[in-house]
């Protein structure tokens, strides 16, 4: 994308945008475009109207038609009674609709936006891709998106499939899926077998592709179009194929695909069922507003947890009470047998925590860091010794030694996170969205370390936007204004939200049912 905007220059090769060549008349290619970096596109000390201001100045808009342009962009993305907010008092989602409607002001023939739903909750993700294919239908416009959620990828015309730096795919999304016919598979494995250990056996076969659980039932992808063999009791139902198994799949057959190697924490996971967190009418309130009001629930050991809602929800509050970072205000809060409201310095030596963004020391490299958060849990001698050794090699960072952090690829820089949270072998581990703008490939790596500590024992709980990586927890959390809405595992979720036009909901249609029917 920077390429075709002629803010990075080509090595070899050519680029035309609407006839004009970026590399030698950035300028005049630059009046075409309108463009959504991933990062740093607004300014968040100024409000709404102030950003509006300012691009419609670099965009050379004239003073007489702003107020128009301004009144028209504010309603479409249902942000007009919010002019005066200051853009860093936003949710993500309405921060993303504004940076669209300040890449649309110059009435652009060609529209990029980079990773445009990053970090969105799901209503906000279909409303920011309404808005785009409104102004596709009704300006003609010309949109090239970058994404890793390749659910959303099945919304383009075309697409573009890269690995390294290489195209390897290229087509309508139906035609490219339609090459996946006779390789996806559901299966539904009885309640007294280990869903996660049966995924992670049927990964490392040569005729699987793909394997990741889905709620109680595993999703397969094969090499070929046939049905895999598979142990007794367990069958392979047809599903229809999705993007994802495509992406997969090509970059298995390229031999791209690394074996997957599972966490060893060195314990086994006990079989008696125990409540490991525990709440009942949680509380947390900001001077008269309730952030979280009476919530309940309880978490199982090694049971992955997953905490929805839509932005502003209240999530990531109920994680940083949990973890101790943030004082109860009312209720009771159980973690690991410690009370929160009593003794929460207690309860975060027994935790790991992975922040929401990447939260590590970017000017310190991938051994410094790991040294630093090895300290602060109060490793030393033999115990760090091993530690460190157990984090270079089970997350293969050994390469990576001496390079800072910042400069790690995403990926690199989730694994370094996951170590560092893992360093003092927590009972639990809390993720807050951890794979946000992460690859299929590096979600799925994730996914299998998680799986892998659920199967010792790690009990997880994991917020994410992201519906389809939601499939993988066992149950599920929907809060809606800091109340809950459901709690079930994702079948019972989806059965909550199906009706006579749509029976089978996906989970996120299913989301989003609920958002908009409880009152």
């Not at 799949?249 to 060893?264: G, V």
């Not at 004082?327 to 929160?340: N, R």
Request: net charge positive; hydrophobic share 45%.
């Amino acid at each position: 994308m920077r390429l075709i905007t002629g803010l990075l220059l080509p090595d070899e090769g050519k680029i035309e945008v609407f006839g004009l060549n970026p590399a030698r008349d950035p300028l005049s290619v630059q009046r075409l475009l309108g463009y959504m970096p991933q990062r740093f596109g607004l300014y968040e000390d100024l409000t709404v109207q102030e950003n509006l201001e300012l691009y419609a100045e670099l965009r050379s808009l004239s003073p007489a038609e702003r107020p128009a342009r301004f009144r028209e962009l504010l309603a479409m993305a249902g942000l007009t009674p919010f002019t005066s907010r200051l853009v860093g008092h936003l949710s993500g989602g309405m921060k993303q609709k504004l940076g669209l409607a300040c890449a649309l002001l110059g009435h652009p023939k060609l529209l990029l936006l980079d990773e445009p739903t990053v970090g969105v909750d799901p209503l906000s993700r279909r409303q920011l891709w309404q808005i785009i294919h409104r102004q596709v239908q009704a300006q003609g416009l010309t949109v090239f998106v970058s994404t890793a959620y390749l659910d959303e990828a099945e919304r383009c015309a075309q697409v573009l499939l890269l690995h390294q730096g290489r195209l390897i795919g290229q087509g309508a999304p139906a035609d490219l899926m339609a090459r996946m016919r006779g390789r996806s598979f559901q299966v539904k494995v009885p309640s007294e077998a280990s869903k996660r250990a049966l995924a992670r056996q049927l990964a490392d076969r040569p005729d699987i592709a793909d394997a990741v659980v889905l709620g109680n039932t595993l999703r397969l992808v094969t090499q070929a179009p046939a049905s895999p063999a598979l142990p007794p009791g367990l069958v392979p139902e047809p599903t229809p194929p999705r993007l994802e198994d495509y992406f997969i799949a090509t970059i298995r057959q390229m031999a791209a695909f690394r074996p997957y190697i599972p966490l060893d924490l060195g314990r086994k996971r006990n079989a008696v069922p125990e409540a490991v967190i525990e709440v009942q009418n949680l509380k947390r309130k900001f001077g008269d507003f309730y952030a979280v009001h009476d919530v309940s629930f309880s978490v199982n050991r090694g049971e992955v947890f997953g905490l929805l809602g839509a932005n502003g929800a209240g999530k990531t509050t109920t994680f940083r009470m949990l973890c101790g970072l943030l004082p109860v205000s009312g209720g009771k809060a159980y973690v690991a047998g410690v009370d929160l409201r009593r003794a929460p310095a207690k309860a975060r030596a027994r935790i790991g925590y992975m922040a929401q963004r990447f939260s590590l020391y970017g000017e310190l490299s991938v051994a410094e860091n790991l040294r630093f958060f090895a300290s602060t849990y109060g490793l030393r001698g033999p115990m760090l010794r091993d530690a460190l050794h157990w984090a270079f090699s089970s997350f293969n960072l050994e390469p990576f030694r001496n390079l800072a952090a910042k400069d790690l690829p995403l990926g690199y820089k989730q694994r370094l996170a996951l170590a560092c949270s893992l360093l003092h072998q927590p009972e639990i581990l809390f993720l807050d969205e951890p794979t946000a703008g992460v690859d299929p490939l590096a979600r799925r790596e994730f996914w299998h370390h998680i799986n892998s500590l659920a199967e010792q024992g790690v009990t997880v709980l994991v917020s994410t936007h992201f519906l389809q990586e939601a499939e993988f927890c066992d149950r599920l959390l929907l809060l809606q204004a800091g109340q809950v809405l459901a709690c079930g595992a994702p079948e019972a979720i989806r059965r909550l939200a199906a009706s006579p036009d749509n029976p089978a909901p996906t989970l996120e249609e299913a989301f989003i049912r609920l958002l908009e029917t409880t009152p």
